[in-house]
């Protein structure tokens, strides 16, 4: 009797079920801007346990519904920055039909409509500081100035850095003479990094302007 061997043929696809290396990468180092954003976050509460009277003496200088529509503006730029990443998971880059026709839309245009939010979001913060130093509350006024412009202000860097990702991102999907996964991966990696800043937004919103 003869037993019968199977030889696996050499066509045959190899899957390896491997860790995007780009993507591991940017998850820990997501996890150290997480640390330091912590930091920021316990400097800022025991500033207001010390000197909860200074806190009384500014909170009302904020435009809570001002920043209220910031805010939302920035959650939503998450949502376009995702269906952005379903594009470039499609290997679809640029759109096929016309500008008004949404569905239609590759990873370039959500990104587009991703980097116009967020610049907006920070051009409002801009204004809200602008607001803000003309009352007398500056990072030199007071630990509540110290405090609030320390937070919201590396926050704002992060976002700035953000928006210069998604003009790289952009520039290489119209460079690249193929789109294809490397890119692909790019343009994720970038829609992480840009959900963390929204999370830590989110948070950093409700304790600066809702927390009593």
Not at 22 to 45: C, H, K, R
Not at 156 to 183: D, N, P, Q, S, W
């Amino acid at each position: 009797m003869t037993t019968a061997t199977h030889t696996p043929s050499k066509s045959a696809p190899v899957t390896l079920n491997r860790p995007n290396v780009v993507s591991v990468g940017t998850v820990v180092w997501l996890a150290s801007e997480l640390m330091f954003f912590a930091g920021l976050f316990a400097m800022y509460f025991t500033l207001r346990a010390a000197r909860p009277d200074i806190w009384a003496e500014n909170v009302h200088h904020l435009e809570v519904p001002m920043a209220l529509g910031n805010t939302i503006v920035l959650v939503l730029s998450s949502v376009t920055c995702q269906f952005g990443v379903f594009k470039a998971e499609q290997l679809k880059p640029r759109r096929t039909g016309s500008l008004f026709n949404i569905k239609e839309w590759g990873m370039v245009e959500w990104f587009i409509l991703t980097f116009i939010m967020g610049a907006f979001f920070v051009s409002v913060q801009a204004f809200e500081y602008a607001n803000l130093v003309s009352e007398g509350v500056t990072i030199a006024s007071s630990a509540y100035g110290s405090a609030f412009y320390i937070t919201t202000g590396f926050h704002a860097l992060h976002v700035t850095g953000g928006l210069v990702a998604f003009l790289f991102i952009i520039g290489r999907a119209y460079l690249a003479k193929r789109f294809g996964h490397y890119e692909a991966t790019s343009a994720i990696v970038v829609s992480y990094y840009w959900h963390f800043v929204d999370v830590v937004w989110i948070i950093l919103f409700a304790v600066v302007y809702f927390l009593k």
